[in-house]
Structures are given as C-alpha cells and as structure tokens.
C-alpha cells in the first residue's frame, strides 16, 4: 500500500518538476522554423564574439530589420493558414474520421501547399540575409560566424528518440 502511494505521490509530481525546469532556450528549440532567430539575429547577438565593428553592426541590424520587413506578409499569410481551432475542450470528435475526399481536405491540402511556397520563400529571404550579412564580415568572421550557425542549427536537431530519431551518423 505505502508502495502504491509512494509511487502515486512521484508520478503527481514529475509533471510539476518539468515545468519549473523548463527555460526559454529549451521552448526556443521547438518553436517552429518560421518563429526561429535568424542567422542575421544569432550573428547580432554575438557581436561581442565575433568583434564586430560599430559599422558592421549597424550594416547587420539594417539587414535584419530588411528582412523583417520582407517576411512580415509571409508571415501574415502563414498565420492566415492556420486550420481553426474546434470549438470546446480541444479534444478530438468521438465517431470515425470524416471520409476522405471531402472538400475540408482539399481545403487542407492547398492550404499545406501554399504553407511550402510561403516557408521556401522565407527560407530564401533569409538566406539571402545571411549573404549580404557575410559581406560585411571579415574572413575569421565569416568562419566563426559559420561555427556558430552550425552550432545553433545542431542544438535544434531532433535527439534520440524524438520524432526525427537519432542526429545524422550516429
């Protein structure tokens, strides 16, 4: 019985553990690509480590502001997207799966189409970002701007056992 109990009172309290743990860098590695820091945004935050220079720095803040300029209507549109949310509790329907074929699904799957363009496009936006950014960079800084992007992009990867299963070469 003691047993029983004793186990209750852990299983009760992992889900409160769990949220006092959580940080924001750890919500940051699940937001979604579009809601991520830009390359331009991560070289910003580092400009100490890289030693930026006032100019370079100003030169890499008018690029991102560039950039979020030209991704907000990206932005709007994906937002427009969105499926609605049921109303009630948020759980799913009793009763089997609307049948497919319906008009909700082709809705769904233009809507999963214009979704890819939409995020092609922004990943093209940023890339080119981080083009004209790497301009204003000096040699050791495109190299260590390059480290610290490959470490950011490694931090976001799916681990062992996640959805996407265990990093590459492992």
């Not at 100003?58 to 979020?68: F, N, S």
């Not at 950011?152 to 056992?161: D, L």
Request: no cysteine.
């Amino acid at each position: 019985m003691k047993r029983h109990l004793f186990t209750l009172g852990l299983l009760l309290s992992v889900p409160a553990f769990a949220e006092n743990t959580t940080t924001a860098s750890s919500q940051e590695a699940h937001r979604p690509p579009h809601e991520r820091k830009s390359p331009v945004q991560l070289l910003l935050e580092h400009r100490q480590d890289l030693a930026l220079s006032d100019t370079q720095a100003a030169g890499l803040e008018r690029i991102q502001a560039a950039l979020e300029v030209k991704n907000a209507p990206l932005m709007q549109s994906l937002e427009a997207l969105k499926p609605a949310r049921p109303p009630g509790d948020g759980t799913r329907p009793q009763g089997p799966p609307p049948a497919s074929g319906t008009q909700e699904d082709a809705t769904r799957r233009a809507n999963r189409e214009q979704a890819h363009g939409l995020f092609d496009q922004l990943r093209t936006n940023v890339t080119q970002a981080y083009q004209e950014a790497e301009q204003l960079l000096t040699d050791a800084q495109k190299t260590q701007a390059r480290t610290l992007l490959q470490a950011e992009m490694a931090a976001h990867r799916p681990g062992h056992g996640g959805r996407g299963g265990p990093p590459p070469g492992e």
